[in-house]
């Protein structure tokens, strides 16, 4: 069978709805000269598309079905445990258990044990994956499934789930994404409380701001795993929750989390820090440089997302990732890039 065209993909997959809103703008435009104001392009409402026969169709079905044969009680599991309540049902697996099986030796990697890596961590991607399905199907079940979920998981928070967390802005950033989506997608209002708790929970291990790996590890730290965490990817969803109304504080959290100095005014001024920098975590970062625009005006944050974007598109493939080795290069490095393609599947 042969790969279908990008046309035929689009007439067949899809039809979809776009607008251009200047909301986002309205709350800086009146201190500026609005010869300046454009309206930025929005995201697409998942309610607006609307999939046809097609293999995207298929690809969507099969995706949420995935989710909801999930076992509620082995994706509650570690949530359970770490909170010190019964925890019945069978695990997960791998990354996703509460186990203390996880252990790497950087001299020697080939010992190195993830079970048990980062609890929980991929909970609030699955409620996210949901919530936009129910937004798209409008199918009642998915709506119930997420409702039933969230209020589970809330009998589940405690500020002991983060304590010795490896990657806490990783996982938080994953639950703040799940807890939204239930909250503007499927109409989920506990939700809104919910992440409020959660947000309490995660800042006692979270730094004062938006650390680089290379600060990170100059401070205290149990374990080598501890430095890769990503501060830096907090911004877009906490901003996202600000504008879908779950609380002001996230705004200001977003603000703190901004990687300014390392990442962003390098890229306004069109030079690019980029290079040896993980590849997803930082194109995350990108996306929260836009939303720090719409949410501030502040257009060094568009020049950073503009220039950013512009240095990875020779490094973005057509899976949908970023970088051989999940690494980025110098933007002119291609010969790098090819040997790297030539030697790993890890892209």
């Known amino acids: 069978m042969g790969l279908m065209s990008r046309r035929a993909m689009l007439s067949q997959g899809c039809t979809v709805a776009c607008a251009c809103a200047a909301t986002p703008l309205a709350a800086f435009a009146e201190s500026r000269d609005s010869r300046d104001v454009r309206a930025p392009l929005d995201q697409f409402p998942y309610s607006a598309v609307k999939l046809h026969p097609s293999r995207l169709l298929e690809q969507f079905d099969q995706q949420q079905q995935l989710f909801m044969r999930l076992d509620e009680s082995a994706?509650?599991?570690?949530?359970?445990?770490?909170?010190?309540?019964?925890?019945?049902?069978?695990?997960?697996?791998?990354?996703?258990?509460?186990?203390?099986?996880?252990h790497i030796d950087?001299?020697?990697?080939?010992?190195?044990?993830?079970?048990?890596?980062?609890?929980?961590?991929?909970?609030?991607?699955?409620?996210?994956?949901?919530?936009?399905?129910?937004?798209?199907?409008?199918?009642?079940?998915?709506?119930?499934?997420?409702?039933?979920?969230?209020?589970?998981?809330?009998?589940?928070?405690?500020?002991?789930?983060?304590?010795?967390?490896?990657?806490?802005?990783?996982?938080?950033?994953?639950l703040a994404v799940g807890l939204l989506d239930a909250f503007q997608y499927a109409n989920v209002a506990v939700a809104r409380d919910l992440l409020e708790r959660v947000a309490d929970a995660a800042i006692r291990a979270l730094p004062?701001?938006?650390?680089?790996?290379?600060?990170?590890?100059?401070?205290?730290?149990?374990?080598?795993?501890?430095i890769w965490d990503e501060p830096y990817t907090l911004p877009e969803n906490l901003f996202l929750a600000s504008q879908a109304g779950m609380g002001a504080r996230y705004r200001s959290m977003a603000m703190r989390y901004l990687q300014d100095d390392a990442l962003f005014n390098p890229l306004a001024a069109g030079t690019s820090p980029l290079k040896g920098k993980h590849a997803y975590s930082h194109v995350n970062a990108l996306c929260s440089a836009v939303q720090a625009y719409l949410a501030s005006g502040d257009r060094k944050y568009l020049a950073a997302a503009r220039n950013g974007f512009?240095?990875?598109d020779a490094q973005s493939y057509a899976t949908g990732g970023w970088?051989?080795?999940?690494?980025?290069?110098?933007?002119?490095?291609?010969?790098t890039q090819f040997d790297m393609l030539e030697s790993t599947h890890r892209s």
């Not at 949530?79 to 258990?97: L, N, V």
């Not at 970088?323 to 010969?335: I, Q, T």
């Open 75 to 102: 994706l509650l599991k570690p949530f359970r445990q770490r909170a010190g309540q019964p925890a019945p049902g069978a695990d997960m697996g791998g990354w996703y258990d509460d186990s203390r099986d996880f």
């Open 106 to 174: 950087p001299k020697d990697w080939s010992t190195a044990n993830w079970h048990g890596f980062i609890p929980g961590h991929s909970f609030g991607q699955y409620v996210s994956g949901l919530s936009r399905g129910y937004a798209s199907s409008r199918d009642e079940r998915i709506r119930r499934r997420v409702a039933a979920l969230i209020e589970q998981y809330g009998a589940t928070i405690s500020p002991r789930f983060f304590d010795g967390y490896t990657l806490p802005a990783y996982t938080f950033d994953k």
């Open 208 to 226: 004062d701001r938006a650390l680089t790996r290379e600060e990170r590890r100059q401070l205290p730290h149990t374990g080598e795993a501890q």
């Open 310 to 312: 512009d240095f990875v």
């Open 323 to 335: 970088g051989p080795n999940e690494e980025l290069l110098a933007s002119d490095d291609s010969h």
